[in-house]
């Protein structure tokens, strides 16, 4: 099962069923909870949540009270509620009548046909939306699936709005693209530095989920990234100061939820110390007790106090914290004794993707969803199979492993974020909605505003930098071209060198890869003699890589070589040749449309290293600190 996200190109003229595109009749905006209980009144008219949204205020809630939700969970049978607890994964652009593609891939994975299908068999309390599963080709069509999902589960006996969730960190990890609007990412915030800018990708970005019925952002990650190693958090931490990333955690906390969208700090207790991916194995973290307190724990106290409205596990062991061996998103100690108990937290905990390696290692399939609501997790997210996944829970409470009391723990949650969100009233959303609110002109310049102050100069040679269009007015676009981001322009030696040009140079591009051959090398070295200037994309450049042995053979033509790191800042340490290097943290377009103007000199430099640059020859000492970044 994928969990990457590789966009997907909007078709045009989609044959949208006419019930979706505009959404389901709403007869009365009569509340869901009411509609349960068999009341037919009608709710009070007020400012839609929609509207509220639309003119940046915070976004009303229903805010029921614990005794009408219990009395609501009272009345739901088991297996109604043994579905609450779990956010499925489907394929399709359409609930009922997605492509025939994807019925084969719902089919073969989840036993069904349609997201519709899904819902009914298995009464989900949530649907989580990735590219690569066609559920995002563009705003409209997001915002049509999203109503068609939640009135196929209105439609069904005492049917409750689900939680529409996806991964919208922005940088590197979007899952919904242009023409939404697309932010720098967490790294490139830390950068940046300021509160102010993250709290606004927050309430910015959240409005655009909303408008198209998403409502449960897996965002802000949370991990504090010391090591730089990292293969899966890396420039989707803020970075390596415990006190900064918190402060930029909660301030982005504080913008999604302003805007009606449940934030969720991830991966709990840190994933920022790890050289092990835990979608393909079982990361360790050493760190003792003390270390996590004042390192990993610092930026989730900060969620909390926040009032962050959910919370992620992560698949890796802690023996610190829990001797057992096991996962912390299976780990009682972890989950209940410290998130609940000793840091107080009363909100939704959601495990990350359960067909990840790091929580499959030690347990089967059968039996990680039962361990994790033992415990202390509410929802169980994107289970590999949700027959046996599904079944198990079940079996468990019928069996009296579980409680139907603690299953009913769990719900309540649940149902009490639902409630704060609005989703009770009114899960619906609406084209107009859509057109006023995602991609607009306001929030797209914002977000160049907000990239301008990420972009960091690490070296800078005798002045190289602003180029002239003047001296060097042809330049040479080169470097790695990893798959775009999100519905961006890409691929981002094109972006790169169309930025260039209208920033008035000659620019061309030539895309050599993340692993250069020698014919492309020499492709490469033979065109920049021709050029006034080369700018190199770099993506992750190692001592032994033909990346490092592409930048060097350019530097070895005399023509000045301007690198830009386009994922990790800590390339720039494997090249001392280059006349400068500035770090991008990510391949997006806002980003690199922000170091073409820092390039051409159209803005300063504003960004500082979030994470500090160890030297190559010597990993113990630090080429450049936290907080270094030139100006000029």
């Known amino acids: 099962m994928r969990d990457s996200s590789t966009g997907s190109t909007a078709r045009p003229n989609d044959p949208y069923r006419p019930s979706e595109r505009s959404g389901p009749p709403r007869p009365s905006r009569r509340t869901v909870l009411a509609a349960t209980a068999g009341v037919t009144g009608a709710l009070a008219t007020g400012t839609t949540a929609s509207a509220a949204q639309a003119a940046g205020t915070t976004v009303p809630a229903d805010r029921h009270d614990d005794r009408q939700l219990r009395a609501l969970i009272s009345r739901m049978t ?5 579905g609450q607890v779990f956010v499925s994964r489907v394929y399709g652009h359409s609930a009922t009548a997605p492509d025939q593609a994807d019925i084969d891939a719902n089919l073969k994975e989840l036993g069904i046909r349609t997201a519709a299908e899904l819902i009914a068999k298995y ?10 599963a066609h559920n995002t080709r563009d705003p409209h069509q997001i915002a049509a699936l999203s109503n068609g999902l939640q009135k196929a589960s209105l439609d069904q006996p005492g049917g409750l709005p689900l939680l529409v969730s996806t991964d919208q960190e922005h940088g590197i990890v979007a899952r919904v693209g242009k023409p939404a609007t697309l932010f720098p990412g967490a790294m490139a915030l830390g950068a940046g530095g300021s509160r102010s800018d993250a709290r606004t990708v927050g309430r910015i970005g959240g409005a655009e989920l909303h408008a198209i019925g998403i409502r449960q952002d897996y965002s802000p990650v949370s991990d504090v990234n010391v090591n730089p190693a990292n293969p899966v958090i890396g420039v989707r931490s803020f970075g390596a100061d415990p006190d900064a990333v918190a402060g930029l955690v909660a301030a982005e906390v504080k913008g999604y939820q302003s805007s009606g969208v449940a934030a969720t700090a991830k991966h709990f207790p840190g994933h920022g110390d790890t050289a092990v991916d835990s979608h393909f194995g079982f990361p360790v973290i050493t760190h003792s007790r003390e270390v996590w307190e004042t390192l990993d724990a610092v930026p989730f106290r900060a969620a909390i106090r926040a009032g962050i409205d959910s919370i992620m596990t992560a698949h890796i062991m802690v023996p610190a914290l829990d001797p057992a061996g096991d996962p912390a998103t299976l780990s009682h100690p972890i989950l209940t004794g410290i998130l609940r108990e000793e840091l107080g937290y009363d909100g939704v905990v959601v495990t990350d993707a ?3 390696e790091g929580v ?6 059968d ?7 033992k415990a202390g997790v509410d929802q169980l997210l994107n289970p590999p199979s949700m027959e046996v996944a599904w079944n198990a829970v079940l079996n468990a409470v019928r069996g009296g492993e579980l409680t139907e009391a603690r299953l009913d723990e769990s719900i309540l949650r649940i149902l009490r974020l639902k409630s704060k969100l609005g989703l009770l009233s009114d899960p619906y959303v609406s084209d107009a909605g859509v057109d006023r609110v995602v991609g607009i ?6 977000a160049d505003r907000i990239a301008e102050r990420t972009t960091t100069l690490l070296v800078n040679k005798e002045g190289l930098l602003p180029l002239s269009r003047r001296r060097t007015p042809k330049v040479l676009v080169v470097g790695a071209d990893p798959a775009s981001p999100s519905l961006s322009d890409g691929p981002p030696t094109t972006v790169l060198a169309g930025a260039l040009t209208e920033l008035g140079f000659t620019a061309t591009a030539l895309s050599t890869g993340t692993a250069p051959s020698s014919a492309t090398i020499a492709k490469a070295v033979a065109a920049a003699k021709d050029a006034d200037a080369v700018v190199v994309g770099t993506y992750n450049v190692t001592a032994a890589g033909s990346q490092k042995t592409l930048v060097d053979q350019l530097v070895a033509t005399g023509v000045p070589v301007i690198a830009v790191a386009i994922r990790n800042p800590y390339d720039v340490a494997q090249l001392p040749g280059v006349g400068a290097c500035l770090a991008a943290y990510s391949w997006t377009d806002v980003e690199l449309r922000a170091a073409a103007r820092v390039i051409a000199g159209r803005v300063r430099p504003r960004g500082e290293l979030p994470v500090p640059v160890q030297r190559a020859d010597d990993p113990t000492k630090e080429l450049y600190p936290i907080g270094y970044g030139l100006r000029f």
């Open 78 to 82: 088991l297996e109604e509620k043994v």
């Open 354 to 356: 359960l067909g990840m």
């Open 441 to 446: 002109p306001a929030h797209l310049k914002e």
């Open 360 to 365: 499959r290692t030690k347990y089967g399939d």
């Open 367 to 373: 039996r990680v969803p039962v361990l994790a609501l």
């Open 123 to 132: 009464r989900v309390g949530g649907i989580i939306y990735f590219a690569w």
